[in-house]
């Protein structure tokens, strides 16, 4: 059974930071492509970052380029997204998902269509 289990939500100031995990089971970690989503309140969902697993190449939203850090650690089967200098816009419900990217990359138009998502973690930034 695929399995991405979010973690690290929480409420936090602005400019202040959190460390979201992503813990995934069930596929063969090597061969997937990690995104983060988030999806505000009364907003569509929307793209922040992805991880390809084929180079290790990641991406970003533009609003968060220079604030945000995404790795992985293969080993842990685990992505790793760092939140640095956090807005009240950052405020959402943050989701991970995984596609596979063994034939094309899912991770360069931060496709939000992927096959196994998580649950999600809140994180709300307060002003």
């Known amino acids: 059974e695929v399995q991405l289990v979010e973690s690290g939500g929480g409420l936090v100031q602005a400019g202040g930071s959190l460390r979201l995990s992503c813990a995934t089971s069930?596929?063969?970690?090597?061969?997937?492509?990690i995104g983060w989503f988030r999806q505000a309140p009364g907003k569509e969902r929307e793209g922040v970052s992805c991880i390809s697993s084929s180079d290790g190449s990641t991406y970003y939203v533009d609003s968060v380029k220079g604030r945000f850090t995404i790795s992985s650690d293969n080993a842990k089967n685990t992505v790793y997204l760092q939140m640095n200098s956090l807005k009240p816009e950052d405020t959402a419900v943050y989701y991970c998902?995984?596609?596979?990217?063994?034939?094309?990359?899912?991770?360069?138009?931060?496709?939000?269509?992927?096959?196994?998502w998580g649950k999600g973690t809140l994180v709300t930034v307060s002003s």
């Open positions: 998902a995984a596609e596979s990217d063994s034939d094309w990359n899912p991770c360069a138009g931060l496709y939000s269509g992927m096959d196994y």
């Open positions: 069930g596929f063969t970690f090597d061969d997937y492509a």
